[in-house]
């Protein structure tokens, strides 16, 4: 093989990365697998696929070394590969906010308008955390707030919030958090807590990027730090 073929193939080889995030749905199944393990039926759920389709781009990710799984019983478990794989995903979604053009359209269509909704940095958050004097609500699906979560977060899952609205205190501040900057539940929450007359904010990203800012981080219900 000559140094360009062997050139050629080496990059190739890089490209096949490229190729396996391929897809919208792909990319998907990334941002929800950075959340923590999910099972296939899970991610299927999550990403409104079938079973059979989603089985189908989880494999293509694994062939490309993207993923990793697991069997418990008749369940397969997937998660991402490392947390560098993560970090591909949040890269590549952030570098086509800033340079494709459209995406600032598409996303205000999905998330919609934004100006109602006060965002509070990761930094200040810690902060807040040390002092105990905010009140933190993790509004993901419960098995991605047991695979991690802020330290002392409440879990409001999607399918629960208005019963759990409830019980979050109407004095002091609220600030919610999901997945990531384009995740809407978080959004959702806010703006409901603000009709109700509480001080609401999000978060200003989601917990992928808390985590890998290196602040601490819980698993499990109870939830151990780590």
Same mark, same amino acid.
């Given at each position: ?54 089985? /189908?781009?989880?494999? +293509?990710? $694994? !062939?490309?070394?993207?993923? #990793?799984?697991? @069997?418990?019983?008749?369940? &397969? ?37 934004? /100006?109602?909704?006060? +965002?509070? $940095? !990761?930094?200040?958050l810690? #902060?807040?955390? @040390?002092?105990?004097?905010? &009140? ?21 899952p ?11 205190p109407?004095?002091?501040e ?10 809407v ?42």
């Amino acid at each position: 093989m000559s140094d360009r073929q062997a050139k050629n193939a080496l990059f190739d080889a890089f490209a096949e990365i490229a190729k396996a995030l391929g897809s919208g749905r792909r990319a998907e199944i990334a941002d929800v697998l950075a959340q923590g393990e999910r099972s296939v039926d899970g991610i299927a759920a999550e990403i409104d696929q079938s079973v059979a389709n989603t089985s /189908h781009h989880l494999q +293509a990710l $694994t !062939r490309a070394g993207l993923l #990793s799984s697991r @069997r418990e019983g008749t369940r &397969v478990f997937y998660t991402l590969a490392s947390d560098r794989v993560g970090e591909l995903w949040a890269a590549l979604r952030d570098v086509a906010a800033e340079h494709v053009a459209g995406i600032e359209k598409l996303a205000t269509a999905y998330v919609g308008d934004r /100006h109602d909704v006060e +965002a509070i $940095t !990761r930094k200040e958050l810690a #902060s807040r955390l @040390r002092r105990r004097d905010v &009140v933190v609500i993790d509004v993901r699906p419960r098995a991605e707030y047991t695979a991690g979560h802020i330290p002392g977060a409440r879990s409001v899952p999607p399918d629960e919030v208005r019963r759990r609205l409830r019980t979050i205190p109407k004095d002091g501040e609220i600030v919610a958090y999901c997945r990531g900057p384009f995740c809407v539940y978080a959004d959702d929450v806010v703006r409901d807590l603000q009709r109700r007359g509480v001080r609401a904010r999000r978060l200003e990203d989601g917990f992928p990027e808390w985590k890998r800012a290196g602040h601490e981080i819980a698993v499990g219900e109870g939830g151990g730090t780590s």
